[in-house]
């Protein structure tokens, strides 16, 4: 029971951050598409800007990920 | 590897455990063998791994700008000291798009910041096992390689630069600016007793945003670095399925360190960009 409610916690902890990172990466390339649609002069400016905040936004679910695998392989074992 | 029998789960812990340092609890000084041992050390122990590597890169950062600096001169350049000139150029162009003031240390900071954790981070692209197997062979137990996947590195770096933040906070706005940065923003007034009811919400919202710098700037280094990791790791583990799951252990290996190399360059650049910023703020009235 124990071990199962573990693969669980590991499972919605890499889906959840999933699903948000999904959901957060796809509004910013969204954008930074429509912004070089726009303007495609800007191009060199937008893409650093694009990868910064492509950086930020993938910090939280990346450690999400780590535990989650951390959980799954290291704590419970197999 | 230890002499324990080796499973997968055995194999992950070896790999995540440092080489450690301390007080063992009958009072000698030495090193820990395995995780409970280095755990009952506390606090007062050093992750002798994290420190050597670290220190060995930053010196190897240190003697090869300097070589180069020595080198430079007005002929044509050759290629190491191209790509020396090319991130010097770079980190300067950073700075000077992001940082308005006047101050000689930010663009040295921002380079060695980047350059030095931009080397700490390419120690994940070396395969996992090389490194630590040859310390086994010379009789060290544990080894970590790579110093920005241990917090203590992560974290050692982002309270330097708070400190910097708040040295430059007060020394360009004086103690009574800061305090008032702190407690009279974002909520205003102009009726004195509103502004003193205001002052412990300004200061809780103003605290959460300065405490969250340095645990955001540290977390975020060291959660991407020990992801990439782990991944290096488990998928390590294949090469002890039979030659099918090896092959494809090589090709997955290669595979996620080509995408690593995006994340390695990446996070090193926004620790050295939110760095400048945050200089920037520390510099900037309100």
Known sequence: MEIALMYVAGAVLLGLAGVGVGVGVGVLGARFLEGIARQPELLPMLRTQFFIVMGLVDAIPIIGVAISLYIMFAVIGG | MASEKLTSTGYIKHHLQN???????????GLAHGADEAKEMGFWA?????????????????????KAALRASADTPSGFLNFVEWVIEFIDNNVRS???HKNDM???????????????NTMDLVPVDWIPMLASLAGIEYMKVVPTTDPNATFGMAFGVFALTLFYSIKVKGPLGFASELTMQPFQAN?????????????????????AKPLSLSLRLFGNLFAGEMIFILIALLFSGGIVFALA?????????????????LQAFIFMILTIVYLEMAHSHH
């Open chain 2, 19 to 29: 080489l450690t340092f301390g007080q063992h609890p009958d009072g000698t000084w």
């Open chain 2, 46 to 66: 050093i992750h002798v791994d994290t420190m050597f590597w670290s220190v060995f890169l930053g010196a190897l950062f240190l003697w090869l700008f300097r």
């Open chain 2, 98 to 100: 992001s940082f308005s």
């Open chain 2, 106 to 120: 930010v663009a040295p900071l921002a380079l060695t910041l980047f350059v030095w954790i931009l080397l700490m």
């Open chain 2, 191 to 211: 009726n004195p007793i509103l502004k003193i009811i205001f002052i412990p919400i300004n200061f809780f919202l103003e605290f959460v945003s300065l405490v």
């Open chain 2, 249 to 265: 252990g090589g090709v997955l290996q290669w595979a996620w360190a080509v995408f690593h190399i995006l994340i390695v360059l």
